[in-house]
């Protein structure tokens, strides 16, 4: 990578359109989590499009590979360093008071009714943030595997910058994109036993948020790429987010879906996003950034934490549609409104 793209990045204080990307990530993970719950679509009629709430994570990761490293190399850029105390307590600040409040009503739940059961180890990986790394979870923390992820990545990646400068993290980053296919070939064809935690165990997903942290570095010099940007603005495009609908759909063939598929995939949802981010007066990034659906994708972490009880297809008397999602988008509202806002003014008091 070149190092003439050192002075670029995009400024993250306002994406039109990004609010709207977390919203359709969110949206793909409740559609996945809503098949086979009564009176919705059955998980049957939902197999053509392969795992639909998956895909919806791996926006996610993209999205936050991206917006993180840029917000990383901004700070760089701005003062000439990255405080690495600052950055773990702002995202303490957003990720904690969410979560602490869903495992309190959560233990509370466990202790009252009796159908709500949580076993010693599911407590212990959603504590420490692993997981990603405990395939026999309960449903009622089992979401929270794609957060571990997030997680690990927090705790790895500023520090890679940090230590290793931002052009040589930006190739470890490339490296992840690259090796991640081998080591999911490698875990399917060698560790049989530990298959069900490929697409989970970090080193088998790190590609999806790799990518976007690559995005984040050359996004700049892409801009100014003519050939990128007629390519971008052609209305050829749209064989892009086909492409990323068709990878999805082919994630029962392992030997495409391991080596290729996911990896493409996460580079199509790359695309999606830079486009947004260059042509944010089209179409597309008009609709992404027309109301409710910024709110959605505001709200979208609380969503997240709180989908999970109330589209339990497992439960012996699961909720229908539409109360469960009704359920599930009430307690978001109280979550954003009365612990998520309120931790963000405390850190912006604290002027972190």
Known sequence: MSSSVAPTVVSVRRIPALDGLRAVSIGLVLVGHLAGTPHF???????????????????????SGFLITNLLLQEQADTGRIRLRAFYT?????????????????????????????????????????????????????HLWSLSVEEQFYLLWPAAIVFFGRRHSLWLAA?????????????????????????????????????GCVLAGCAGWLARQIWYRRLIASPLFVIVPALVLICNALDGHPAFFLSIGMTLRSL?????????ILRSQDLTATLLDAPPVPFI??????????????????????L?????????????????????????????????
């Open 90 to 142: 702002r995202r303490a600040f957003r990720i904690l008071p969410a979560a602490i409040t869903y495992f309190v009503a959560l233990a509370i739940a466990t202790i009252s009714i009796s159908a709500v059961r949580v076993s010693a180890a599911d407590w212990t990986h959603a504590l420490t943030f692993t997981m990603n790394y405990h395939q026999t979870r309960s449903w009622w923390l089992g």
């Open 175 to 211: 490296s992840a994109v690259a090796f991640a296919p081998f080591w999911r070939l490698a875990v399917w064809w060698i560790w049989p036993d530990a298959r069900d935690g490929i697409g989970e165990t970090f080193p088998t997903v790190m590609d999806a948020i790799a990518v």
């Open 320 to 352: 229908a549609f539409p109360l469960n999602i009704v359920c599930a988008f009430m307690c978001a509202l109280v979550s954003f409104k009365c612990v998520e806002t309120p931790a963000m003014r405390v850190r912006a008091r604290l002027g972190v």
């Open 41 to 63: 679509a059955s998980l049957s009629s939902l197999a053509l499009f392969g795992d639909i709430g998956n895909l919806g994570v791996t926006i996610f990761f993209v999205i």
């Open 297 to 318: 994708g505001r709200i979208s972490y609380s969503l997240y934490l709180w989908q999970q009880p109330f589209l339990n297809r497992h439960s012996a008397v699961p």
């Open 268 to 276: 199509g949802i790359a695309a999606i996003l830079h486009r947004s």
